[in-house]
């Protein structure tokens, strides 16, 4: 059974994580649970040069992919648009 919480609360925990330089108070958050029951999450990368901009959820793909899990089963995405913690659907590119 897949525990939501968990993976919701990664999330929330990944918003901590936003690169310290980024000049916006908006963060977003990800996290992705594997098929194996592991949990990986990251915020959105900012950077002053847009080619190197990650979106939360890509970083967090990238996260599992980098330790060999690619079979998703699950993901959350957090902003801190409206109250902390909030659910925000992916951007486009995202999707």
Sequence with gaps: ??????LVQAAIESLKTV???QPEKLRY???VLTKS???FFAANYW???ASLVLHAEQAALA???AHGENDIVA???VSTEGD???FCGPCGICR
């Design 1 to 6: 059974m897949v525990d939501y919480k968990k």
């Design 19 to 21: 690169h310290k330089n």
């Design 29 to 31: 958050g990800s996290a």
């Design 37 to 39: 029951g592991k949990i």
């Design 47 to 49: 950077s002053y040069t």
């Design 63 to 65: 996260h599992a992919a």
């Design 75 to 77: 993901i959350a995405s």
């Design 84 to 86: 902390e913690g909030d």
